[in-house]
């Protein structure tokens, strides 16, 4: 809550000095939660992602249905007295750390999907930023501001996100 006020304090007080230096700024913004989810590229790691967690997601479960069936047949045989079942219970153990390391190493916060994610949206992010460099240029404009982050008040009319969108997909056309 506190960084939203320093926030809001930082955009009033950078408009209100932009506004009494020069009466000529060229001010526009974007909705980048807009282009997040107009953008296919978006769109298209996002179910990348998706596919990639329930194939983990697959896997662990099948680990867990193998130790429950161990734990099981340890109940069974320690139940019946056939044997104490200290093999089995060793197994059961072992499963144990290995179905935690694999859900750290895929899920975890260091984990590989998180990874996969963040260069995901590092390279897309990096397209974005080049559509609004170019949008800015072209448009002779001297700021432009993410709305989703914390504008009060703005008008339609300084919207750029259609313009931002329609360069990504110029990008997009040129590979």
């Known amino acids: 809550m506190k960084a939203s006020f320093q926030k809001i304090?930082?955009?009033?007080?950078?408009?209100?000095l932009a506004s009494t230096a020069n009466a000529q700024l060229k001010i526009g913004y974007i909705l980048?939660?807009?282009?997040?989810?107009?953008?296919?590229?978006?769109?298209?790691?996002?179910?990348?992602?998706?596919?990639?967690?329930?194939k983990v997601q697959f896997e662990f479960d099948q680990m867990v249905l193998k130790m429950d069936s161990l734990k099981q047949e340890y109940e069974v045989k320690r139940l019946m007295a056939l044997d104490k079942g200290a093999s089995i219970r060793q197994e059961i153990e072992q499963m144990e750390r290995q179905a935690q390391t694999y859900q750290a190493e895929k899920i975890g916060p260091?984990?590989?999907?998180?990874?996969?994610?963040?260069?995901?949206?590092?390279?897309?992010?990096?397209?974005?930023?080049?559509?609004?460099?170019?949008?800015a240029i072209t448009g002779g404009y001297d700021y432009i501001i993410d709305a989703s982050v914390g504008l009060l008040y703005f008008k339609p009319k300084?919207?750029?996100?259609?313009?931002?969108?329609h360069?990504?997909?110029?990008?997009?056309?040129?590979k």
Not at 167 to 174: D, H, I, M, R
């Open 9 to 16: 304090f930082l955009l009033l007080t950078f408009f209100s």
């Open 32 to 54: 980048s939660e807009r282009i997040r989810t107009e953008y296919n590229e978006f769109k298209e790691a996002e179910s990348q992602l998706q596919l990639e967690y329930r």
């Open 110 to 135: 260091q984990g590989e999907l998180m990874r996969k994610q963040a260069q995901l949206e590092y390279d897309i992010l990096g397209k974005v930023k080049k559509a609004v460099d170019k949008v």
């Open 158 to 165: 300084f919207d750029l996100t259609d313009d931002v969108l």
């Open 167 to 174: 360069e990504l997909g110029n990008l997009g056309s040129e």
